[in-house]
């Protein structure tokens, strides 16, 4: 949590969270994501000062069980002095004790992102999903918690000024607002009308612009002109993996070329023949692609 200090800007995590969104289609299924196509609503974690402190925790961790649909699951919130905004422990359940950071007695509106973070936590440690790091786990939670229609919460407890910062999570602000826009495209919802924070929605358009970027990486027919120019040069060397670019090229069984690129929606590679105009359809988010190849 960024209370006041430096809050890191531009997208150091990227290939992870791109790996968590993999990870989650692979571990969820296309159909148990779809089933996530409604976000949280800010009326149901709403939470003013002059609302009970443990009451409102309660009821906004209670939605939160409802949003990641773990009835059996008994969330004890408590509060106290800590480092970072908040803490679960994450034993077999059914009862699940979240620690919040002393801060958010005073700051009640982000108790929601807190609990977003801690939920999210709870609801892979049951899925049995992790990365192999604590940090890379971490990044794995945020990216979880937002695709899934509860993060948008995180990214709107950013707020910066001159003097003044507040961040909570592990992603950058434009990484909360790329993996939000990774949503928003796949569920035509738009999420920036639900922010109270100007600066969460100046990222989140930083963030969609980076989204857009991956429908417009060749061999996708929306790549651009220079993409385009590099891709017919690189096809006639046919050379491996390069530096920045994300395509490759091998052949096939019988010495025909094919290119293999990631899925703009999931990441998940996608292999396909080098022959002109292609139609691909993703196997594991089902998006279909139109390539020229």
Same mark, same amino acid.
């Given at each position: 949590?960024?209370?006041?200090?430096?809050?890191?800007?531009?997208?150091?995590?990227?290939? *992870?969270? %791109?790996?968590?969104?993999?990870?989650l289609y692979k571990?969820?299924?296309?159909? /148990?994501?779809?089933?996530f196509s409604t976000?949280?609503?800010?009326?149901?974690?709403? &939470?003013?000062?002059?609302?009970?402190?443990?009451?409102?925790?309660? =009821?906004?961790?209670?939605?939160?069980?409802?949003?990641?649909?773990?009835?059996?699951?008994?969330?004890?919130? /408590? &509060? =106290?002095?800590?480092?970072?905004?908040?803490?679960?422990?994450?034993?077999?359940?059914?009862?699940?004790?979240?620690?919040?950071?002393?801060?958010?007695?005073?700051?009640?509106?982000?108790?929601?992102?807190?609990?977003?973070?801690?939920?999210?936590?709870?609801?892979?440690?049951?899925?049995?999903?992790?990365?192999?790091?604590?940090?890379?786990?971490?990044?794995?939670?945020?990216?979880?918690?937002?695709?899934?229609?509860?993060?948008?919460?995180?990214?709107?407890?950013?707020?910066?000024?001159?003097?003044?910062?507040?961040?909570?999570?592990?992603?950058?602000?434009?990484?909360?607002?790329?993996?939000?826009?990774?949503?928003?495209?796949?569920?035509?919802?738009?999420?920036?009308?639900?922010?109270?924070?100007?600066?969460?929605?100046?990222?989140?358009?930083?963030?969609?612009?980076?989204?857009? #970027?991956?429908? @417009? @990486?060749?061999?996708? /027919?929306?790549?651009?002109?220079?993409?385009?120019?590099?891709?017919?040069?690189?096809? #006639?060397?046919?050379?491996?993996?390069?530096?920045?670019?994300?395509?490759?090229?091998?052949?096939?069984?019988?010495?025909?070329?094919?290119?293999? &690129?990631?899925?703009? *929606?999931?990441?998940? %590679?996608? %292999?396909?023949?080098? =022959?002109?105009?292609?139609?691909? #359809?993703?196997?594991?988010?089902?998006?279909?692609?139109?390539?020229?190849?």
């Amino acid at each position: 949590m960024a209370n006041g200090g430096p809050v890191e800007h531009g997208y150091p995590h990227l290939e *992870t969270v %791109r790996a968590a969104i993999t990870a989650l289609y692979k571990r969820l299924s296309y159909d /148990t994501i779809q089933t996530f196509s409604t976000s949280v609503a800010p009326a149901d974690v709403a &939470f003013c000062d002059t609302d009970d402190l443990y009451a409102g925790a309660q =009821r906004v961790a209670r939605e939160m069980v409802r949003h990641f649909r773990l009835p059996d699951a008994r969330l004890i919130v /408590t &509060f =106290r002095e800590m480092t970072h905004a908040a803490n679960v422990e994450l034993a077999a359940g059914p009862e699940y004790f979240m620690e919040l950071n002393d801060r958010f007695r005073t700051h009640r509106r982000d108790i929601g992102a807190a609990l977003a973070h801690e939920v999210t936590h709870v609801y892979l440690h049951r899925l049995d999903l992790s990365f192999a790091s604590t940090a890379e786990n971490e990044i794995l939670t945020d990216t979880a918690a937002t695709y899934l229609g509860a993060g948008w919460l995180l990214l709107d407890a950013y707020r910066e000024d001159s003097v003044t910062s507040q961040k909570l999570g592990y992603l950058t602000p434009e990484e909360f607002g790329y993996v939000l826009a990774k949503r928003a495209l796949v569920f035509h919802e738009d999420p920036s009308v639900w922010f109270t924070s100007p600066q969460a929605y100046t990222a989140y358009v930083k963030g969609m612009a980076e989204a857009r #970027r991956d429908e @417009q @990486q060749p061999p996708l /027919t929306g790549a651009g002109w220079a993409g385009r120019r590099r891709y017919a040069r690189d096809r #006639r060397q046919a050379p491996g993996p390069q530096p920045g670019i994300a395509y490759t090229f091998s052949p096939d069984g019988g010495g025909r070329l094919r290119v293999s &690129f990631p899925c703009p *929606t999931c990441h998940q %590679r996608i %292999r396909v023949p080098v =022959r002109g105009r292609v139609r691909a #359809r993703c196997s594991l988010c089902r998006t279909v692609l139109e390539c020229d190849t």
